[in-house]
């Protein structure tokens, strides 16, 4: 009954809602049943703009102020594996993948994949902003709207991302130099104290805002950048080894998160595992079995300020641990020239 009750209640709210604003939220937070980026930005978070929540990864709430359209966007990415694509696409296709390949990685078959996709998406979107027809369009993550930005551009509708991860140079989205010819950025950056960056030179927004929060990070921001830089690599051996220092991980997903655990897992000890704290992806909550150490169960904030060293794939929390001073250990080779295009102080954690 989900799914044709939700379409009824979103019909019902374009109807009395029709010429605003319209925002797309992540996960909910269950906590205060809030978007937990939205709810960085109070003058959206406080709107009564059209909020439609288009992830998966919560249980969906019909009477709820927020729209779950989660099921209808299932549908879509069923639909666009049927890979209907064009002539046209296919030029797009083998452009992209030439660039992606620069970072020694063949996406020919997942960009088939998400062009159908982007297909079916756009039809959703059209319909979305036929019948709406809003002033504006917020939204978080900018991958997902890259057919949503496009249409919002031919109508002359302003879109507006919020930050919602660390963005770099290096990244498909953002090097913005690579795709002149395709319309792909939205018009304007929201960064928080929740999701925010270092170098923002190489973006191609109109224009980035910061609320209050943000402003006073800059003074941070600008005390860190004179610091001295850690060594520049760490061997997993010396750093489990002796343990005198406090170690979080950082989950990033199920898939990364066992392949960085079957690297350390061999010089983790019943000596030394009541040092080493795991903390899970918001996302994967629950699926890590390879449990060689603690499971936290704490609050990001409690994580970061206890531990002494962070291992991180790739992720925002490797900045809130930069202005906390803490030793920052990457571990994805992959990942390295993208974070130093972010200004982060960090070591190389070295597997070999």
Same mark, same amino acid.
Not at 95 to 111: A, P, R, T, V
Not at 224 to 235: H, Q, V
Not at 267 to 287: L, M, Q
């Given at each position: 009954?989900?799914a ?13 809602k ?7 939220c ?6 205060t ?5 939205i709810?960085c ?5 406080n709107s009564?703009?059209?909020?439609l929540?288009y992830?998966i990864?919560?249980? $969906? ?9 989660? %099921? @209808?966007i299932?549908?879509?990415? !069923?639909? =666009?594996? +049927?890979?209907i ?15 992606i390949?620069?970072?020694n990685?063949?996406?020919s078959?997942?960009l ?6 982007y297909?079916?998406l756009?039809?959703?979107?059209r319909?979305?902003?036929f ?16 057919p ?5 551009k031919?109508k ?6 919020v930050a ?7 990244? $498909? ?7 002149g010819?395709? %319309? @792909?950025y939205?018009?304007?950056? !929201?960064? =928080?104290? +929740?999701?925010?960056?270092i170098?923002t030179?190489f973006?191609a927004?109109?224009k ?10 800059d003074?941070i ?12 690599s ?9 343990l005198?220092?406090?170690i ?7 898939e990364?998160?066992?392949?960085m655990?079957s690297?350390?897992?061999p010089h ?6 009541n040092k ?11 699926k890590?079995?390879d ?13 970061l ?8 794939d790739?992720?925002?929390v ?17 990942w390295?020239?993208?974070?130093d ?5 960090y070591k ?5």
């Amino acid at each position: 009954l989900f799914a044709p009750l939700t379409f009824l209640k979103l019909a019902y709210q374009i109807f009395f809602k029709r010429g605003g604003g319209l925002v797309f939220c992540t996960e909910r937070n269950d906590t205060t049943n809030s978007c937990r980026y939205i709810n960085c930005v109070p003058s959206i978070q406080n709107s009564k703009y059209l909020k439609l929540r288009y992830s998966i990864n919560h249980t $969906p709430k019909l009477f709820d102020s927020v729209l779950d359209i989660a %099921p @209808f966007i299932l549908v879509t990415k !069923i639909f =666009s594996r +049927l890979k209907i694509t064009k002539a046209d696409d296919r030029k797009v296709l083998e452009y992209i993948n030439e660039q992606i390949q620069k970072y020694n990685l063949d996406c020919s078959k997942m960009l088939k994949n998400k062009l159908s996709e982007y297909r079916f998406l756009e039809y959703f979107f059209r319909a979305l902003l036929f019948f709406y027809n809003p002033k504006r369009i917020i939204f978080v993550s900018n991958n997902f709207f890259i057919p949503l930005i496009s249409l919002a551009k031919k109508k002359s509708v302003p879109t507006y991302e919020v930050a919602h991860a660390l963005t770099h140079k290096y990244h $498909p989205n953002y090097s913005y130099e690579n795709f002149g010819e395709y %319309p @792909f950025y939205p018009d304007y950056l !929201i960064e =928080s104290n +929740l999701a925010f960056n270092i170098k923002t030179d190489f973006l191609a927004y109109k224009k980035i805002f910061f609320n209050n929060e943000r402003r006073e990070m800059d003074k941070i921001i600008k005390e860190r950048k004179k610091s001295s830089a850690f060594e520049e690599s760490y061997d997993v051996a010396r750093l489990f080894g002796s343990l005198n220092k406090k170690i979080l991980i950082i989950g990033q997903g199920l898939e990364s998160d066992t392949k960085m655990i079957s690297k350390i897992k061999p010089h983790i000890t019943n000596v030394n595992s009541n040092k080493v704290t795991f903390r899970e992806h918001p996302a994967f909550k629950g699926k890590l079995k390879d449990k060689i150490f603690k499971i936290s169960t704490k609050s990001l904030e409690e994580d970061l300020d206890e531990n002494d060293i962070i291992i991180v794939d790739y992720s925002q929390v490797m900045l809130i641990a930069h202005f906390m001073k803490k030793e920052i250990i990457a571990i994805n080779e992959y990942w390295f020239k993208a974070i130093d295009s972010t200004g982060i102080i960090y070591k190389k954690l070295n597997y070999d």
